[in-house]
């Protein structure tokens, strides 16, 4: 756009901006910067009206449009310290904490997490959720079995070490799989296994182990060549010994957390103990003792202080 003065055509050349990270602003078909064609356009209304005028044969324009380019430049020019202050802050971080890696992109992290999940299908422990009783639930246990789910496989993704999940007894027309759906975002893009088979035709018999708080036997070690099983059962009614009784059945071996070798009960107001835990509960615990082998410290992991149980030498 030309600025006309007395009868001239004479342009005026405005400084070319750069925006964040030293990339050309976007230009119209004048080739000027946005920001720029902004202040050129009050520019050319007030240089209508005569406030402009020629010196050494530079065109001129009001102070408005002065003080405008100059608040640009101000607003370009603290924009560029405030990211030199940032990479500056960054490279003091890592010199006093060399051991911390360097921020990662979400894209890295997000592939970093599918590819330890993947490797776990082929060569990690495998975790079965037994899904073939939820048909007798409510639907607020089938909420809150989802919402169990959800956490358990939030905390699978973020172990260094994570376990295969396989749902078994679960079809895609159930009442639970759209609940899953509903409350968990992105639930069909889940890595894990679903199966309509329960888990004691998937696997042979040998390779088993049900973990139910009824089992007399203490789980003593995790064994990459067993298959745990979770019974995803949300009974608000608490019936006693249905995993087991299912076990039973199947004449596949059953096991308990240890919480009764290292754990005692805690004196409450309410006198309630209970070693009935969460499918997420279980997993953080399994997971925990997984990378650490330590009981006590997998046990503090799920074992909330609701439950009426603290560690032994917490009270010693």
């Known amino acids: 756009m030309d600025w006309r003065l007395e ?7 405005s400084p070319v901006l750069q925006g964040e990270d030293g990339i ?4 119209g078909e004048d080739g000027l910067p946005e920001g720029f064609q902004l202040l050129q356009i009050d520019a050319e209304g007030e240089c209508q009206e005569g406030e402009t005028l020629a010196t050494g044969g530079t065109a001129w324009c009001s102070k408005n449009v002065q003080r405008k380019q100059r608040h640009w430049e101000k607003i370009v020019a603290a924009k560029k310290s405030k990211r030199k202050q940032e990479k500056e802050r960054r490279k003091a971080n890592r010199a006093e904490n060399p051991g911390i890696c360097p921020q990662h992109s979400k894209r890295f992290l997000r592939a970093l997490t599918k590819e330890k999940l993947l490797e776990a299908k082929h060569s990690g422990p495998r975790l079965c959720i037994d899904l073939s009783m939820t048909h007798h639930m409510s639907k607020k246990e089938l909420s809150r079995l989802a919402g169990q789910i959800r956490r358990l496989y939030g905390s ?36 894990l296994d679903i199966k309509e088979e329960d888990c004691f035709s998937l696997f042979p018999l040998e390779t088993l182990v049900y973990l139910t708080p009824d089992s007399e036997y203490a789980l003593e070690d995790v064994d990459l060549n067993k298959v745990y099983i979770l019974g995803g059962l949300v009974d608000e009614s608490i019936q006693k010994k249905v995993t087991f009784q299912k076990a039973w059945e199947y004449s596949v071996k059953t096991a308990r957390l240890p919480i009764q070798e290292h754990m005692v009960r805690n004196q409450n107001g309410k006198n309630y103990h209970s070693e009935i835990l969460a499918i997420n509960q279980v997993f953080d615990i399994l997971s925990t003792y997984l990378e ?4 006590p410290e997998a046990l503090k992991k799920g074992v909330t202080s609701g439950k009426g149980y603290v560690l032994r030498n917490s009270v010693e």
């Open 7 to 13: 009868g001239s055509t004479q342009k005026v050349e």
């Open 24 to 27: 050309l602003e976007e230009t």
């Open 156 to 191: 699978n993704k973020k172990a260094d070490r994570p376990f295969w999940i396989c749902l078994t007894g679960f079809t895609i027309d159930s009442p639970l799989y759209e609940e899953c759906v509903r409350m968990n975002d992105g639930f069909s893009s889940y890595l």
């Open 292 to 295: 650490t082998r330590n009981w």
